[in-house]
């Protein structure tokens, strides 16, 4: 017990101090991460939005797979993500494997499933609202696409910051892929395991503090732009 408060004491010290390792490696979380999410939102959102307002054969089905694929298994995508940008993949040539690009592709296949899902739920709601004055004034498509992304804004922040709050705690595929170097490839999820396998309390500490003052932020800011306290529902 003694050793988990000392290590903790030198955490909140370390943070303090802003030592070098430890921002670097949150700031390395970070643009990775970020990069990731904005990837993710340019396709996903679209997509959200296309789906709540076209109609086709097929579309029950894309639907119900995307959804399949929110609780897809991070190490397997990791793992695809390394076969494809093997020296043997198709993508191999690129040299992207265990560099920060591989690990922003691993987080974009993860949050673009999520980031849809959250998004369509809360677009097709809005479109059955719009549908008929959207219909009468002859809107084109991409004018019905627009016009839902923008009146759905606020929901759409919240489904890119609960993407965000999947891919700053994502671990197995970024190990796969980043392969956890350091001053490479080093986030904080993977130096949280190597530290506390190492012995190294006060940085694997440290780091989790930030991790987790990051989720309380998300969550926070999730609750204060779908402004649940308002109309009587929590």
């Excluded at 903790?8 to 970020?34: C, F, K, N, P, Y």
Aim: glycine letters at 10%; hydrophobic letters at 55%; a positive charge.
């Amino acid at each position: 017990m003694g050793d988990v408060w000392d290590g903790m004491v030198q955490a909140v010290g370390l943070i303090l101090s802003l030592d070098a390792d430890l921002v670097e490696i949150a700031w390395r979380s970070l643009h990775v991460t970020g990069a990731a999410l904005l990837i993710a939102c340019v396709i996903a959102l679209p997509l959200a939005a296309f789906l709540s307002v076209q109609r086709f054969r097929w579309r029950r089905g894309t639907i119900a797979v995307l959804n399949a694929l929110m609780g897809l298994p991070p190490v397997v995508v990791g793992l695809v993500v390394y076969v494809l940008l093997s020296r043997s993949g198709p993508f191999g040539v690129l040299g992207l494997l265990f560099t920060p690009t591989a690990m922003i592709v691993a987080q974009v296949i993860i949050i673009v499933p999520l980031i849809a899902s959250i998004a369509h739920q809360s677009l097709r709601d809005l479109w059955a609202e719009y549908h008929d004055l959207l219909i009468s004034m002859n809107a084109t498509r991409r004018q019905r696409i627009g016009a839902l992304l923008y009146d759905g804004r606020r929901a759409l922040l919240t489904a890119a910051l609960a993407g965000f709050g999947r891919g700053i705690g994502e671990v197995g595929a970024i190990m796969v892929v980043g392969g956890n170097i350091d001053h490479a490839t080093r986030v904080m999820t993977t130096a949280i395991a190597l530290e506390t396998g190492k012995g190294n309390f006060a940085l694997a500490l440290a780091l989790g503090f930030i991790l987790i003052a990051m989720s309380i932020a998300i969550n926070i800011a999730i609750h204060a732009l779908s402004r649940t306290e308002t109309g009587g529902r929590w």
